[in-house]
C-alpha cells in the first residue's frame, strides 16, 4: 500500500460538520457528497483537489458527528489516504471499516508548507517528503486487526469472507 | 486485577472473564441505534451483504429524528428508505411521525436502555446511555450495518479516566455546566479513545437529566464513552420503564485508571462554550457583551422536562428580546405533552418563543432555526464548530437552558442572575 500525491493541509479539531456540513446529509451520492468535501473549511477544495491527492491533519482530525459521509466524501473525492497527528476515534473505525486509509504521524505536519509532495508507503510504515533529504518519518504502526480490515476491503468484506 | 464499570460491562458482552485497556475484542450488542442520516448507509451495508433479516428485531432500533418532520424531498426519500426497511424488518422500536423523539432522549423514556447494556449506535452522542451505567458509544453506519447483521462489533477496550465530583453546585448551575467546565479543562481531544467514568460525592445530587446532559458530551472531549454508577436515581428511573432485567455494574476498588481528575463543583458558574469549539468555555459572568439573534432551547442535551421546567423558571412573566428568536424544543412527545399539562407551553408562548416539535432540526444544522450570515446563537445544544447551526459564518455558544434562556430575554448572553 503506497500512495504518492501533492498534499492539502488542514488543522488541528478538522470536525466532521467542516468534512462534509450537515445541509448535504439528506443524500448519500458519493459524488455529491464528494462535491462539498471540506467546504466550510476550505470552499474551493472540491474543486481543487485532484485524485491522488493527500489530506494531512493535526490533532483530532475528523471529531464531532459519527457521519461516515464523512470519509464518504473524501475518498469520493479521489483523495488516496489522510495522515494526521491523532484521528477521532469514530472517525478512525469509520475509514478503516469502509475503506478509507489513515496514518498517524506526528513528525510530518509540522515539516510541511502544504505544497509538498509525499509518498505514504503503508508496507514499510514510511512517510517521504519529495525534494527533500531528510530520514523518512515513521507512522505509527497499524494494529494487525485493521490491517486485515484494509487487507479484506472493509468491514462488511471482512464479515462476509469470514462467515464464508 | 480490578476491573472498572466499562471493562466489566465489555468483558461480559465478549464472554471473557477479563479485559484489559487495549485489547481487541468482539462483542455482542443489546441494541444497536440508527438515525434517518446514519441508517440509509447501514442499510445499503446491510442490504449489498446480501443481508435478509436483522439479528434481533427487538434489538435494531430506528428513529428518524434528524431531518424531520421531513425538510425536503431528499429527506423525504432517506425517511421512507429507513421506514420501509423499518416495516419490512417488523422492527420492535421504529419511530416515525408522532411517535418519534429526539433518540438519546427517547431511547432512555421508553426503557428501551437499561444498566449493564451495550449499545451501539450510528450518532455520536450515542454516549449518553452512560448516565445510566450501560456501555454505550457511538459508531460509523458500517459498523451499525454489521451489528444489523452478526448482532456483534468489534471494539479496543479503553483506558477509564476517573472524575472525582465533590462540592455543592451552585444556583443555576447543572450537569451541563460541569461536563462544559470538565471539556474546557481537558479539550476536545482530552479523553480520546478514553472512557469518562463520573463518581464522587456531587453526583448523587445529580438527577437523571444532569447525568445524560453530562454523559452525552462526552464526545465531545474525545471520549469513547461515558459512564455513571447506578444509584438509586437511577432505579427510581430505570424501574418504571424497563420491560426487561437489567445488571448492574460497580467499579473495583483496585481498578486501573490512566488518569484521577478531582472537580470541585462549588467553584463551578453558568458556563458558555464559545465559537467554535465546545472546550471553548468561560463563566457566563466572564461573556463581555455578546448579542444573540438566536436562543434554542432543547436537544439530546437539553431537550428533557427538567430543562424545559428550568427554561419556564426563567421564562415565566418575561418576553424574548424582540429581535431574539427563541426556539424550544421538547425533545420526545412525552415531554411535549408534560410541558403542555404542567402550563410550560403558554409561559414559553407568552415569553414569544416558537415552539417545535420534537427534532433535532437546528442542533445540527439540519433545519427548523437555521442561522444567516454573521448570525449568533445560543443554544443548548452540544456542538459549536463552524457552520453547526447554519451559514458558515454564523456562531453558535453553548449553555445550559437557564442561561440559554435569560440570553433570550436580554437579548445577549447573559445569566439568570442578571435579571431583574
Request: hydrophobic share 40%; with cysteine.
Amino acid at each position: 500500500m503506497k500512495f504518492q500525491g501533492k498534499i492539502w493541509k488542514f488543522g488541528d479539531n478538522i470536525d466532521t460538520d467542516a468534512i462534509i456540513p450537515a445541509r448535504y446529509l439528506n443524500t448519500t451520492d458519493h459524488a455529491v457528497l464528494a462535491s462539498h468535501c471540506m467546504e466550510d473549511a476550505d470552499p474551493a477544495f472540491p474543486q481543487k483537489v485532484s485524485g491522488g491527492d493527500i489530506i494531512v491533519g493535526g490533532e483530532n482530525f475528523g471529531c464531532g458527528s459519527s457521519r461516515e459521509h464523512a470519509p464518504i466524501a473524501i475518498k469520493a473525492s479521489g483523495v488516496s489516504c489522510v495522515v494526521a497527528k491523532s484521528f477521532a476515534r469514530i472517525f478512525y473505525r469509520n475509514a478503516f471499516n469502509m475503506g478509507l486509509p489513515i496514518f498517524e504521524s506526528q513528525e510530518l505536519y509540522d515539516l510541511i508548507k502544504g505544497e509538498e509532495t509525499i509518498t505514504v508507503n503503508g508496507d514499510d510504515g514510511t512517510i517521504t517528503i519529495a525534494g527533500t533529504n531528510a530520514a523518512p518519518l515513521k507512522i505509527n504502526p497499524i494494529p494487525p486487526f485493521m490491517q486485515e480490515l484494509i487487507a479484506d476491503g472493509g468491514l462488511m468484506k471482512h464479515i462476509m469472507k469470514k462467515r464464508g | 486485577m480490578g476491573m472498572t464499570i466499562t471493562e466489566k460491562i465489555l468483558a461480559v458482552h465478549a464472554d471473557l472473564k477479563d479485559v484489559y485497556p487495549g485489547m481487541l475484542i468482539n462483542a455482542k450488542v443489546d441494541i444497536a441505534l440508527g438515525n434517518d442520516i446514519t441508517a440509509p448507509i447501514a442499510i445499503e451495508e446491510f442490504q449489498k451483504a446480501n443481508g435478509e433479516k436483522v439479528f434481533d428485531r427487538d434489538k435494531v432500533v430506528l428513529v428518524s429524528d434528524h431531518f424531520t418532520p421531513n425538510k425536503d424531498i431528499s429527506s423525504a426519500q432517506q425517511c421512507k428508505f429507513v421506514r420501509q426497511f423499518a416495516l419490512s424488518q417488523e422492527l420492535t422500536h421504529y419511530y416515525d411521525g408522532g411517535e418519534v423523539g429526539v433518540e438519546h432522549a427517547l431511547l432512555p423514556e421508553k426503557g428501551i436502555v437499561l444498566p449493564g447494556d451495550l449499545v451501539i449506535g450510528a450518532d455520536s452522542h450515542t454516549c449518553t446511555y452512560g448516565a445510566l451505567g450501560a456501555f454505550s458509544t457511538g459508531v460509523g453506519s458500517t459498523d451499525l450495518a454489521a451489528a444489523m447483521l452478526t448482532g456483534e462489533v468489534w471494539f479496543k477496550v479503553p483506558e477509564s479516566i476517573k472524575f472525582i465530583l465533590f462540592g455543592k453546585l451552585n444556583t443555576w448551575v447543572s450537569g451541563k455546566d460541569l461536563i462544559l467546565y470538565i471539556i474546557g479543562k481537558i479539550g476536545v481531544d482530552g479523553a480520546l479513545y478514553k472512557a469518562m467514568e463520573m463518581t464522587g460525592e456531587t453526583i448523587g445530587t445529580l438527577d437523571m437529566a444532569d447525568r445524560m446532559s453530562m454523559a452525552n458530551m462526552a464526545i465531545e472531549a474525545g471520549a469513547k464513552n461515558g459512564i455513571f454508577a447506578c444509584d438509586d436515581t437511577t432505579r427510581a428511573y430505570v424501574k418504571p420503564r424497563a420491560k426487561r432485567s437489567w445488571t448492574e455494574y460497580y467499579s473495583d476498588d483496585d481498578a486501573v485508571y490512566s488518569e484521577t481528575m478531582e472537580i470541585d463543583c462549588g467553584k463551578i458558574e453558568p458556563q458558555v462554550a464559545f465559537p467554535h469549539l465546545p472546550s471553548n468555555t468561560k463563566g457566563v459572568s466572564q461573556a463581555g457583551n455578546v448579542t444573540i439573534d438566536q436562543a434554542v432551547i432543547g436537544s439530546c442535551t437539553n431537550g428533557r422536562i427538567e430543562d424545559l421546567r428550568i427554561a419556564a423558571q426563567v421564562l415565566k412573566g418575561r418576553k424574548a428580546a424582540s429581535h431574539v428568536r427563541l426556539l424550544i424544543i421538547p425533545a420526545t412527545p412525552e415531554i411535549y405533552r408534560m410541558a403542555m399539562k404542567e402550563g410550560l407551553m403558554d409561559i414559553f408562548m407568552d415569553a414569544r418563543a416558537i415552539i417545535s416539535p420534537p427534532t433535532c432540526g437546528p442542533c445540527l444544522g439540519g433545519h427548523m432555526g437555521i442561522l444567516a450570515q454573521g448570525e449568533r446563537a445560543i443554544a443548548t445544544t452540544n456542538r459549536n464548530f463552524v457552520g453547526r447551526m447554519g451559514h458558515p459564518g454564523s456562531e453558535v455558544y453553548l449553555s445550559n437552558p437557564a442561561v440559554a434562556a435569560a440570553s433570550a430575554i436580554m437579548g445577549r448572553i447573559a445569566g439568570p442572575a442578571e435579571l431583574t
